[in-house]
């Protein structure tokens, strides 16, 4: 479960791209293999990205990114969420 590249910025941040952080979550936690992120995924991501309040924080996560509100985080929406995990969780998303 490593991120594609290893850039990290002066504060401490991982660096990647919007592309990067999609395949980094859909290789690392898309258990099903559906090429979505659901609401069980992410929060098992916010838990091992050391996310004291996993349950809490994945659910602001999947409410801000799930622009169409089907219980995913799709294709279309992963810059949805890359903005969300650039402000809020140690990540600096590029573009």
Same mark, same amino acid.
């Not at 809490?56 to 089907?70: E, K, L, M, Y």
């Not at 810059?79 to 990540?91: C, E, I, P, S, Y």
């Given at each position: 479960?490593?991120?594609?590249?290893?850039?990290?910025?002066?504060?401490?941040?991982?660096?990647?791209?919007?592309?990067?952080?999609?395949?980094?979550?859909?290789?690392?936690? /898309?258990? +099903?293999? =559906? $090429?979505? #992120?659901?609401?069980? !995924?992410? &929060?098992?991501?916010?838990?091992? %990205?050391?996310?004291? *309040?996993?349950?809490?924080?994945?659910?602001?996560?999947?409410?801000?990114? /799930?622009? +169409?509100? =089907? $219980?995913? #985080?799709?294709?279309? !929406?992963? &810059?949805?969420?890359?903005?969300? %995990?650039?402000?809020? *969780?140690?990540?600096?998303?590029?573009?």
């Amino acid at each position: 479960m490593a991120f594609i590249e290893r850039n990290v910025s002066s504060d401490g941040k991982r660096v990647m791209t919007v592309e990067q952080f999609r395949r980094w979550l859909t290789t690392a936690f /898309d258990t +099903n293999g =559906d $090429g979505r #992120i659901s609401k069980a !995924e992410l &929060r098992r991501a916010v838990r091992l %990205a050391g996310g004291l *309040f996993a349950s809490w924080s994945s659910g602001q996560v999947f409410r801000s990114a /799930d622009a +169409n509100h =089907d $219980g995913f #985080i799709d294709e279309k !929406e992963f &810059r949805n969420l890359a903005q969300f %995990a650039d402000k809020h *969780f140690n990540v600096m998303i590029t573009r």
